[in-house]
T-cell receptor, first 115, second 117 residues
Framework: AQSVTQPDIHITVSEGASLELRCNYSYGATPYLFWYVQSPGQGLQLLLKYFSGDTLVQGIKGFEAEFKRSQSSFNLRKPSVHWSDAAEYFCAVGGYGGSQGNLIFGKGTKLSVKP | DAGVTQSPTHLIKTRGQQVTLRCSPKSGHDTVSWYQQALGQGPQFIFQYYEEEERQRGNFPDRFSGHQFPNYSSELNVNALLLGDSALYLC????????????????FGEGSRLTVL
């Protein structure tokens, strides 16, 4: 079955500390992988995406993610967290470029940032 | 350039009633997808429309139906509301793939929060 697992429901980090959010997926075909961020009362915003090629992808707001096929993982990282990064983060997987619209989302990881 | 707009932002209905949610896609986009996001969960795909037809559907009952208009805007209709239909309903738009791979990016609206009492 196709699925996305985000093992951490809630993570708290100090401002300036590094961050890693975990994502594991199960998908029968070549996966197209995404990270979205959702702030309270807002829609989802795309942080970054992976289709093929370099397994380390850069996104907006200083985020990056690494695709590891052998581990079926696509973890999100940021070297130094800012208070404005507090939000909920969703990993998603799709096929055929993803813009077919049928993305499978994980349950999300809520990030809190301590001053 | 307006992004994806949804209306209404909040609404309250009672069990058994019907609801219509509306979505205008981002300028230049012709494909609209609808998602349901229950509290504490990730979004779940309901269906997708382009060229005024439903093209893909997730695991949702027939009580959920939709429509796309010639200007690419879309409606989501839910009949015979249940308590479990309470959720944030998200609309996302994208340009339809016209090649082997698309950009893969969905642009989401801020959602319509439905409460069923």
């Amino acid at each position: 079955a196709q699925s996305v697992t985000q093992p951490d429901i809630h993570i708290t980090v100090s401002e300036g500390a590094s961050l890693e959010l975990r994502c594991n997926y199960s998908y029968g075909a070549t996966p197209y992988l995404f990270w979205y961020v959702q702030s309270p009362g807002q829609g989802l915003q795309l942080l970054l995406k992976y289709f093929s090629g370099d397994t380390l992808v850069q996104g907006i707001k200083g985020f990056e993610a690494e695709f590891k096929r052998s581990q079926s993982s696509f973890n999100l990282r940021k070297p130094s967290v800012h208070w404005s990064d507090a939000a909920e983060y969703f990993c998603a997987v799709g096929g055929y470029g993803g813009s077919q619209g049928n993305l499978i989302f994980g349950k999300g990881t809520k990030l809190s940032v301590k001053p | 350039d307006a992004g994806v707009t949804q209306s209404p932002t909040h609404l309250i209905k009672t069990r058994g009633q019907q609801v219509t949610l509306r979505c205008s896609p981002k300028s230049g986009h012709d494909t609209v997808s609808w998602y349901q996001q229950a509290l504490g969960q990730g979004p779940q795909f309901i269906f997708q429309y382009y060229e005024e037809e439903e093209r893909q559907r997730g695991n949702f009952p027939d009580r959920f139906s939709g429509h796309q208009f010639p200007n690419y805007s879309s409606e989501l209709n839910v009949n015979a509301l249940l308590l479990g239909d309470s959720a944030l309903y998200l609309c996302a738009s994208s340009p339809r793939d016209r090649g082997p791979r698309g950009t893969g990016e969905l642009f989401f609206g801020e959602g319509s929060r439905l409460t069923v009492l």
